[in-house]
């Protein structure tokens, strides 16, 4: 399995609306609505943002959103503030057949 | 609130063994899956290993197939990661996360990581 297709890296200004994609296959991003994001700050442990492809948990900030279009994920980051800057990762589960996961390549987002 | 606390990690040399443990608290351990989930230094995330909340299914990533094993003791509230014939690619943070409901497919919440380093 390989890993999702993330953009290295995404800048903005504060304030502007940033979007990151996250590119699979039928198998896995296509497949199914189990899609999740997570922040990463430098040496701390990931957090999630969204799951189900545009599901948010409580304690997120509705400045996170995602969304899903055929074999392509986006995370939209709306009002990007300076605490936003850190990397993103997507992940999908892969099923039917298998049970495993596949993570994207990340991407870091700066806020300029 | 709940807490994971990742123990274990340190330098091993190639072929040889180390357990991870990690100790949850703030929820009933027994009622949901766990994974570990590791990231090699500078990379990105790779999902190893998950256990049903019994301990009656694991599953793993076809890099450690056969080399490591995921258990837990529910009546310690704990995970283990037993890593077996350990190899330098193997060396990453490994991370234990919760799976937040039955029929969920996503990481809540880490633990902070432990850091596992295979090198002769």
């Known amino acids: 399995q390989s890993a999702l297709t993330q953009p290295a890296s995404v800048s903005g200004s504060p304030g502007q609306s940033i979007t990151i994609s996250c590119s699979g296959t039928?198998?896995?991003?296509?497949?199914?609505?189990?899609v999740s994001w997570y922040q990463q700050h430098p040496g701390k442990a990931p957090r999630l943002l969204i799951y189900?492809?545009?599901k948010r948990p409580s304690g997120v900030s509705n400045r996170f959103s995602g969304s899903k279009s055929g074999n392509t994920a986006s995370l939209t980051i709306s009002g990007l503030q300076a605490e936003d800057e850190a990397d993103y990762f997507c992940?999908?589960?892969?099923?039917?057949?298998?049970?495993?996961?596949?993570f994207g390549t990340g991407t870091k987002v700066t806020v300029l | 609130q709940v807490q994971l606390v990742e123990s274990g990690g340190g330098v091993v040399q190639p072929g040889g063994s180390l357990r991870l443990s990690c100790a949850a608290s703030?929820?009933?351990?027994?009622?949901?899956?766990m994974h570990w989930v590791r990231q090699a230094p500078g990379k990105g995330l790779e999902w190893v290993s998950f256990i049903h909340y019994d301990g009656s299914n694991t599953y793993y990533a076809d890099s450690v197939k056969g080399r490591f094993t995921i258990s837990r003791d529910n009546s310690k509230d704990t995970l283990y990661l037993q890593m077996n014939s350990l190899r330098p690619e193997d060396t990453a943070v490994y991370y234990c996360a919760k799976r937040p409901s039955s029929a969920s497919y996503s990481f809540d919440p880490w633990g902070q990581g432990a850091l596992v380093t295979v090198s002769s």
């Open positions: 703030g929820f009933t351990f027994s009622s949901y899956g």
């Open positions: 189900d492809v545009t």
């Open positions: 039928s198998s896995d991003v296509g497949g199914g609505s189990y």
């Open positions: 992940c999908s589960y892969v099923g039917s057949s298998t049970f495993n996961y596949v």
